[in-house]
Structures are given as structure tokens and as C-alpha cells.
């Protein structure tokens, strides 16, 4: 219970469901004859239509990026810390667009959804969809929101891909792009951790080869595992070291609770979790695979692996920005290693190749990947300014 | 218009390409901007400076130049400003190969430590000069590399650098014909156009 939404909270909003039956043709060249798109929306457009910001998510998030679904809700939405009136994306300035993508478990279609054609659920026949196949449904979405062209699009992580997709591919559809803690394509160790996680869903004995829901069941050891793993990614050392650092030194001295042996509050000597990382790790695993549908996550990840805007430009990425002509911010953090600042760096080295207008920074934060969902002051500085600018361009006017 | 800004603008094309390398709050790429309808990228590492260059509408990448300008692609830049930025520098005489590989021109201005002020400062109070110009202790400054007008000089030749125009003003950036004659000894703020052989 929330007791009262802050007021800087965009309060209580309503999902809505837009449904498209143009067949829309996948990279891989399957085609989804209809699909469904949750999607949010936050603040007023304005009367000419250009205030409009799209917010592009990453692997886990959703639609809800902002604000409370009902009062009794214990979180707000996943970006809330950079949405909502007088923040970072100021929904008093803007109207902000954000989407369930396709392929995703909380409203769009996916393969926790009905397939029409055999009425039974999509799961594992639900076709791949690329960071490519998003942003053409995202466009399509534009369209029926009637919505000319962004001021911005904004993400973070696989959302920032989706802001370099956008700009690649509808160069005339947005002024800006703003592309925080992404890379331009996956590492092979980036990969190597998204296939222990694909491994360990599907290893699940009640995975039933992604069926699992015609089976009334779900591979809730698997999915925990995968998003463990994923959680050790993005966290730096030092954020988990200054979270949950205690020694065996400290627990034996403390005589605490972090142990499971809550009577002696002793070191378990056995497989228990001993230290606070291992239950933390264990609660989001826990947690996640209640909320996340695990063939989702499979395509999630794989859409990450196969991103990669230079493939059709003899991998030069700097051909693939030429076209561009919005305007680029990109932001990294200085203890992400799983997109570390240097990846950034990359992005930045290519659009100067293409020259392209950029603007590039660089904040020393302590919260690893994890770090673009926090309200660090100097990123939210940066981050605010960037916008002000943006909205002062297209009214015309300092705001 | 600040005189060395006038001096600045009479060098830079319209509609050029301009890099400017430690671009502080984007000022004078805001002028140049402004005045000339530049295409510009400026680089910075303070954050506040960064964010003021953003304020004011001004590209800006958070980039170290002592790590050099090897991201930059050779003649992609029409000019490579280089303003009060040198003396800061780890490798000043690397950065200034790179700026005119990067750029087809480079602007160069630096506080002349040949002027006379600086050259009494030392000889009469055995001291390293501290000015309101200049106000730094020499443990905490961080200009660690001062020249003079004639090292820079120097520098060029050895360097087989083009001077294209040289001058000087002094702190209030105001010149003066007297400044122009003996601009090693009367100059405070050195300002060079320069370009490769």
C-alpha cells in the first residue's frame, strides 16, 4: 500500500490494447497476421502533435514505466524514477508513449498469449522477433496514435538499441535519440550469459519444450535461475559488496540472522544461503519467475543477441548511422560491465564517423547496469537538461 | 564582441566544421554557432561544463584529451579549436598533431608565460607567478605546461607547422600595436591560426 501517490508520481493510469490485423512480416520472415500492443500513455500531446516521446523497454520491463495501477500497488512503474511531472521525462512537458513490446508477457501478444488460428497458447510457435521487428510495430503504433513524429525516443539497455533502431530505420520519425547504457551489439561473454540463462529455462523438466502451459505448469527453477544470473549482471562488485559485503569474519562476530540457522545465527556449515547476497539473489529469482513468462524471456534475450544495425552495411556501423538525421545523447555508467561505457564509446566513435550530431556523457555511478533505473543526480541532471532543450526546440520557446 | 572572439571568427568558415577541444560551458561554440551556422562538436570532462553545453544546445562529448583525438577520423574537421586548453595538457605537442590531423586548421590559445608581468613576478620575487589571471599555486595549478610565444614559436618549426596568423592580447583580450611588436614580452593571451606544411 502506497498510502498516498507523491506528487510527483504520474498517479493512477489505465493500460490500453491496440489491436492491429495488417500481418506484420518479422526479420526472419514469418509473419504475425494480428498481435495486440499494451501501451501507456502519460501527459497531454499538445495541439500540433510534436511533444510526443516514445519509451522503449528493456529485457524484463513493460508497458507500465510510470506511475500506480491502483492505490494498493506496492511499486510504481519500472522507469519512475524518470517519469512523471518536473522529472527527467516531464510528463507536464511531454507525452510519453510506452508499450508492451510484441513478444512480451503483460498484455501483447506473446507466447503466453491465445494463438487464434489453433486456439491453443503460442508458446514456443510464437516466432522471434528482432529489436528491428519492435520498432516497425512501434511505428505502426505511431500511426494509430497519429502521431507525426517523436520529439524523442528514449531507452535504456536493449531500449536504447531500440532508440538506435528507430533512427536507422525512420530517420524522418523522430528529432531525437537517446540511447543510455546499450551497446552496439552483444559481446560474445554478453551471449555466453544469455545462453546460460536460455539453457537453464529450458533444462527445466516442466519447460515440456516451452508447452508448459498446455501442461497447467511452468519452469519456475529454470526461469529463477536465468534471472539470477542476469541479476549478477547487472550489479557492479562494488554495488553488491556495499549491499550485502558481509565477511564470514562480520556474520560470525554479528551472530545475526543472515544465516538460515536462525537459532544460533551461526554460519549454516551447510548449502543454505549463509550470506545476504545469495537470499537477495534467490527473493528477485523467486519473484521473477512468478511474474515473467519463460519463453518470453528466451525471445527477450535472443532479440538482444541478434541486434546488430550493422549487419546490413558489411558490419560498418558508421554506414548504418549515415542516414540518420536525428540528433543523438548517449549515456553510460562507469561500473556497468555488462554495456560498459566503452560500447557506448563505440557508438559514439561510429556517429562522429558518420557525422552525426551527438552529445555523449559518462557517469561515474556505483549501481552498475542497474544504474539507468536510479535517480542518480548527475544522469537525471544531464538527463533533465537534455529534454528541457528538446521541448524548448519544438515550442520554440525556453521552457 | 570580446576582441580574441572577432580574431576567432574572422578564421572560421560558415557553416563549417568546427571540434572544439576543451570546450568549457560551449561558449564560443554558442558564439561560432551562432555567428557562422557551425556544425559543432565540442569535447569536455567537467561534468558541469557538460551540462551547460547541453543547456545551450551545443554537442558535447565527455572525452579526455590526454587520451588523444585517435576516435577522430583524419580531416573530418574543417577547424580544431584549442582555446586556454594547452597548458593543461599531459602531451601538448601530441595534441596539437593530432588537431591538425583531425582538422584541415587548428586555432591555438594559450597564456603567454614570457610575458613581462610573469617574467618581473619570478625575477624579483623568486616565486612561480600567481595572478588574478593566473591564480593558481604551482602545487595545485592545472596548467602543468606553460610556454612562451617564442617556445611555441619554436615548437612549429620543429614541428613544420604553418603559422597562418599569430597575435596577442592581453588578459582583458584587448590588443594593441605596442602588443603586436614585442609579443613575447607584452602579450598575455597568445592566439595562433595554424595549419600543416
Known amino acids: 500500500m502506497t498510502n498516498s501517490i507523491p506528487t510527483d508520481s504520474v498517479g493512477l493510469v489505465t493500460p490500453q490494447t491496440h489491436h492491429f490485423d495488417k500481418p506484420l512480416t518479422l526479420r526472419s520472415g514469418k509473419i504475425l497476421p494480428s498481435y495486440d500492443l499494451v501501451v501507456e500513455t502519460y501527459g497531454k500531446l499538445n495541439a500540433d502533435k510534436s511533444n510526443a516521446i516514445l519509451i522503449c523497454h528493456a529485457l524484463s520491463g513493460d508497458h507500465h514505466a510510470a506511475g500506480f495501477h491502483s492505490v494498493d500497488d506496492q511499486k510504481p512503474g519500472w522507469w519512475d524514477a524518470c517519469i512523471g511531472p518536473g522529472k527527467a521525462v516531464d510528463t507536464n512537458l511531454f507525452h510519453v508513449v510506452s508499450l508492451n513490446n510484441l513478444g512480451g508477457c503483460a498484455g501483447s501478444t506473446g507466447p503466453a498469449s491465445i494463438n487464434p488460428k489453433t486456439s491453443k497458447y503460442y508458446g514456443p510457435d510464437f516466432p522471434v522477433v528482432t529489436v528491428r521487428d519492435w520498432v516497425n510495430s512501434q511505428a505502426r503504433l505511431m500511426d494509430r496514435l497519429e502521431i507525426p513524429k517523436w520529439a524523442a525516443v528514449v531507452g535504456g539497455s ?41 539453457h537453464s529455462i529450458t533444462s527445466d523438466p516442466n519447460f515440456h519444450r516451452g508447452h508448459y502451459l498446455e501442461e497447467g505448469t511452468y519452469p519456475k527453477q529454470g526461469l529463477m535461475l536465468a534471472r539470477m544470473v542476469g541479476h549478477i549482471t547487472y550489479l557492479s562488485d ?25 537459532r ?66 548517449l549515456m553510460s555508467f562507469s561500473t556497468d560491465w555488462r554495456f560498459p561505457p566503452e560500447r557506448s564509446r563505440e557508438l559514439v566513435n561510429d556517429l562522429l564517423k558518420a557525422r552525426k550530431q551527438l552529445s555523449y556523457v559518462e557517469i561515474e555511478a556505483d549501481a552498475g547496469h542497474d544504474a539507468f533505473l536510479l535517480p542518480i543526480p548527475r544522469y537525471i541532471g544531464a538527463f533533465s537538461t537534455y529534454l528541457k532543450k528538446v521541448y524548448s526546440e519544438i515550442t520554440g520557446h525556453a521552457s | 564582441m570580446r576582441p580574441d572572439l572577432e580574431i576567432i571568427q574572422e578564421w572560421i568558415k560558415p557553416n563549417s566544421r568546427v571540434l572544439d577541444l576543451g570546450c568549457g560551458d560551449g561558449s564560443l561554440l554558442h558564439f561560432l554557432k551562432t555567428a557562422k551556422n557551425v556544425n559543432e562538436i565540442g ?24 587520451h588523444g583525438l585517435s576516435n577522430f577520423q583524419s580531416n573530418s574537421f574543417d577547424t580544431v579549436l584549442l582555446a586556454q586548453t594547452l597548458q593543461a595538457l599531459s602531451n601538448p605537442d601530441r595534441l596539437i598533431d593530432d588537431m591538425l590531423r583531425v582538422g584541415t586548421n587548428g586555432i591555438v590559445t594559450f597564456p603567454n608565460f614570457g610575458n613581462w608581468k610573469s617574467r618581473f613576478y619570478l625575477s624579483s620575487k623568486g616565486r612561480m607567478p600567481v595572478s588574478k589571471f593566473m591564480p593558481h599555486q604551482w602545487y595545485d595549478t592545472p596548467n602543468i605546461h606553460f610556454c612562451t610565444v617564442n617556445d611555441f614559436d619554436a615548437l612549429c618549426v620543429e614541428k613544420e607547422i604553418n603559422i597562418l596568423a599569430r597575435t596577442v592580447v592581453d588578459s582583458q583580450h584587448q590588443g594593441s600595436w605596442y602588443m603586436r611588436a614585442w609579443p613575447n614580452f607584452l602579450g598575455e593571451i597568445a592566439i595562433y591560426h595554424i595549419t600543416k606544411k
Open chain 1, 264 to 329: 544460533t545465527g551461526k554460519l549454516s556449515f551447510g548449502f543454505n544461503a549463509d550470506f545476504q547476497v545469495e537470499s537477495y539473489l534467490h527473493y528477485q529469482g523467486e519473484r521473477f519467475s512468478e511474474n515473467f513468462d519463460a519463453n518470453t524471456y528466451l525471445l527477450m534475450t535472443k532479440a538482444l543477441d541478434y541486434f546488430d544495425p550493422s549487419v546490413d552495411y558489411e558490419g560498418d556501423l558508421s554506414k548504418a548511422f549515415e542516414n540518420c538525421s536525428c540528433k543523438f545523447m
Open chain 1, 238 to 262: 562494488n554495488a553488491m559488496r556495499s549491499k550485502f559485503g558481509k565477511s564470514v569474519a562480520e556474520i560470525e562476530e554479528e551472530g545475526n540472522n543472515f544465516g538460515r540457522d536462525l
Open chain 2, 43 to 66: 569535447l569536455e570532462i567537467d561534468n558541469e561544463n557538460i551540462n551547460s553545453c547541453i543547456e545551450n544546445g551545443i554537442n558535447v562529448i565527455e572525452q579526455n584529451l590526454d
Open chain 1, 158 to 198: 536493449l531500449g536504447g538499441m531500440q532508440a538506435l533502431r528507430w533512427a536507422i530505420s525512420y530517420p524522418e520519425r523522430l528529432n531525437h535519440a537517446i540511447c543510455i547504457a546499450a551497446a552496439p551489439k552483444l559481446s560474445a561473454q554478453n551471449i555466453a550469459f544469455n545462453e546460460v540463462a536460455r
